[in-house]
Each structure stands twice: as C-alpha cells, then as structure tokens.
C-alpha cells in the first residue's frame, strides 16, 4: 500500500485487519518505521534514543543521495521482512513510490533511484491510494513535516499543496505503467470498500462477510 501523504494508509490497515481477522484469515502489517521497534527489528537497535519525529526532520536535512540511500534502505529491509512473512494476507505499508518520486523531483541520480528500486523485494500487488493534495492537508490538520513539504523547514501549507501535487503526478504516472490497483481514497468507508473488492477474489473470501448464524430457539 502507497500514496501520497495523508491518503489514509494507516486508517486503511486498521480496516483492513478488522475485515481479514472477520474472513478467519491471518494477517501481518509491515512498515519501515518499525525499525523503532526492537523486538520486531532487533537489526535496527542502532536508532535506540531517536525518535520517529526527528529522524523525519532529519531526513528533510540529509543531502542526495545519502537521503535516497537511507530511504532505500528502510523500504529495502521492509520489504525484505514482507517476503519473508507467512500469514495468509501480508501488508507493506509504504513501498518505495512516494520516496522514489520525491528524490527524482529533489534532483536525485535517476541511475541510483532505478537501482535501488530493482532491488527491493517485489510484491503480488501494488495498490495506490490516490487523493488530492487539498484533501491531504484538511486531513493532517497542520501536522505536517518538511520532508512532505518538499525539505521547507517551515512546512508552510503552500509548499506542502506544490510538492504534492508534483509527486501525486509521478506517482499516477507510475501506476497507469504498471498496472496498479488504484483507490481514490476521498472517504475511508469507500476506499475500504475498493480495497475488498479488489483483495477478496484473491483471497478467496467475500468482500462483505455475513454475520454469524444465530441458532434458533429450541423449541416447548
């Protein structure tokens, strides 16, 4: 699952959980911010006294392709951890869209971009949560970074609606070359519906479970 800042991913994987769980099917999430996680990803124990809000400040600092290298490599060790998982329905919650799209447009080696994102694990299917950056920025209510806002240190809104705008043209691009499944993800309730119609033929479930029997009274 990709898209631009503020498509409601994380909303999206709660849902998901909840209708997979309901199916009787397993199901695993996997993120690259769970390198904050040490009994999840004991590797990345190095990062111990940082926290998630710094190193998205950090990363806006870091110059290319150092900032490419390091995205690529939290993207390449999720997806490495995605492969290697064995429930019945396995989510990536970030691929390397969003990353890959902004370091193209901040002047980043396309050499480089290409190569690591040959590198990363591939996955059955990409699906593309798409909105407008309008609605982006209603839904994150000012709790915006400089990395979404394009490295301003000052997250003006402005910046925020340019750089989305320029990514979400990329990364559309993107989707209608490769073939991906894409949600317009304007209300939550929708895009939940779109992702189950798409998910239950592969998974050989019903995109709206029934409720569960209930016996009938026995009778006098």
Not at 15 to 31: C, D, I, N, T, Y
Not at 118 to 144: H, M, Q, S, Y
């Amino acid at each position: 699952m990709d898209g631009p800042d503020g498509a409601g991913k994380s909303t999206q994987v709660k849902r998901l959980r909840s209708w997979a769980e309901s199916q009787g099917l397993s199901f695993r999430v996997v993120g690259k911010w769970q390198v904050f996680e040490e009994a999840e990803v004991p590797e990345a124990r190095f990062l111990r006294g940082t926290t998630l809000d710094e190193l998205r400040v950090c990363i806006a600092e870091m110059p290319n392709p150092a900032r490419m290298l390091f995205l690529g490599w939290l993207n390449t060790f999720a997806a490495e951890r995605a492969r290697a998982a064995d429930e019945d329905l396995v989510v990536l919650d970030g691929y390397w869209v969003k990353h890959a799209a902004t370091e193209l447009l901040a002047g980043c080696p396309k050499e480089l971009v290409d190569a690591i994102v040959g590198a990363i694990a591939p996955v059955d299917n990409v699906v593309f949560f798409d909105v407008t950056p309008e609605e982006a920025l209603r839904r994150k209510k000012g709790d915006i970074t400089p990395y979404e806002c394009g490295r301003d240190p000052e997250c003006r809104p402005e910046r925020f609606l340019a750089h989305q705008a320029a990514t979400r043209d990329v990364m559309l691009e993107w989707a209608g070359q490769h073939g991906w499944d894409v949600v317009r993800a304007n209300t939550a309730e929708a895009a939940a519906q779109q992702l189950r119609k798409l998910l239950a033929p592969k998974l050989g479930v019903e995109v709206n479970p029934r409720p569960a029997a209930v016996d009938a009274p026995a009778g006098p």
